[in-house]
């Protein structure tokens, strides 16, 4: 599905002049020809509370990275329905955007994690699905193991995401899949910059633990094998 039969799909049972066109794929993030390409996203969210088709512009850019994360975290089965109404809950809210936040990253992921909230059992669902199959490939490092292993969703580590809590979990999700900075993921959440790093240590804690238990019954497991 392009960005463009998406962004039809989501405004087309919307009031006539909500979204006036549909801005066509240009760049390779589907950005639009002309001035708004060098706009930020501050700028052109100010702009379409004046002429609401701009906001076009802001689903083109971000409509992808978002349904990516959410297809992450819940699975491609509700991922563009979930990217879809973020989009449209931003549109709707966008009077109240900061403008003085240039970026509308971390507001439209906090839309999106918001959503993903709704399904916190789809999505323990899935990491225990994930949890029975065998494990990938290990991956190396310690420290980066921990992000590096959220990010390619390593099997083996889906029991552990399934046990932390759901507040921790957003943190580090933001971080390891959408790439935010602290900064940025205090701003989606709405919580202070001490929060999230003590969340994200929490989380980190309790991955690194899983990583290490997988580990020791790796060497266990290969011990017994060359003994038998």
Not at 23 to 42: F, W
Not at 65 to 83: K, P, S, T, W
């Amino acid at each position: 599905m392009t960005v463009a039969s998406t962004s039809r799909r989501i405004f087309d049972d919307q009031p006539p002049g909500i979204f006036e066109v549909v801005v066509t794929s240009d760049g390779p993030q589907g950005e639009p020809p002309g001035a708004d390409r060098r706009l930020s996203d501050a700028e052109i969210i100010a702009a379409s509370r004046r002429v609401p088709a701009r906001f076009a512009v802001i689903f083109d850019r971000h409509y992808r990275d978002i349904q990516r994360y959410v297809d992450r975290r819940l699975g491609r089965d509700d991922a563009d329905d979930i990217a879809a109404e973020t989009f449209l809950i931003a549109f709707r809210r966008r009077a109240r955007f900061d403008t003085a936040q240039a970026s509308a990253r971390p507001w439209l992921y906090g839309i999106a994690t918001k959503l993903v909230g709704r399904h916190r059992r789809d999505e323990l669902r899935r990491y225990r699905a994930l949890a029975r199959l065998d494990r990938s490939d290990a991956l190396e490092g310690h420290e980066e193991r921990v992000t590096s292993a959220v990010v390619a969703a390593n099997t083996g580590l889906s029991e552990a995401l399934a046990g932390l809590s759901s507040a921790d979990r957003d943190v580090l999700m933001l971080v390891a899949l959408a790439e935010l900075s602290y900064p940025e993921v205090a701003a989606a959440l709405g919580i202070k910059y001490g929060t999230v790093c003590s969340r994200l240590s929490r989380a980190r804690r309790q991955i690194r633990t899983a990583l290490d238990a997988q580990d020791r019954a790796d060497i266990e497991g290969g011990t017994r094998g060359r003994i038998g």
